[in-house]
């Protein structure tokens, strides 16, 4: 008999070059990783990938003027069709506020009864991008390394967001996030000292501050917790 296989680890938010090689895909090992993108020319190039281990990204980074600037809400909902994953989108404390707002708000709108999972970023700008969700929640949402206060957490949990963590947060932080939101990220490449993750999948020191956290199986953890989040999504 075979041992078991151990399940795949989760990371829900990485960078990976677009022009990735599938002998590259595999050497990321037994993970599934979430591959966001950081502006919709980018998100084309992946648009027609079938890489059975990565869930590619529809994203506008906003601290990437850019990316902000070529943002026009018919071509993303038109990409929309290809993608069951949005990101990285939401506000950054880098750049223009007002012009941030505009864009997270139209791509709200846009996602508005799709089913997509949306990998939101809000650096510095958490309170901002906790409004625009106020007005315009949705069920797959999942703040990517979210530095809140205990009350914007709360605030964020009530809205029923999820939450990806990495090993660079404070442990105090994630132990105050509900256990059930809990999915784990790298958001390799960046902060890869503190995150800790030799690559996109290598969610390890992620999973045993979790387990030191909450005495239980992170990768499990993490695993229930997509399902439950794809389920809410409709996906
Ligand atoms: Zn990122």
Known sequence: MNPPT????????AHVAPDVTPAQVNALGNAHVFAVTRSIDEARLVARRKDTSLTWGLGVHPGRP????????????RALNYFTLVGEVGMDRRGDRTRQREVFDSILTACTNRTVLISIHSTGRAKDVLEALTEQPHPGAILHWFNGTPDEIDQAATLGCYFSVNAAMPAETIAHMPVERLLTETDFPSSRRKTQASKPGDVQAIERIIADIHQTDARR???TNLEALRRAAGL
């Open 6 to 13: 151990n399940p795949p680890m989760l990371d829900t938010h």
């Open 221 to 223: 953890l993490a695993r």
């Open 66 to 77: 850019d990316a902000l600037d070529a943002y026009n809400a018919g071509t993303f909902t």
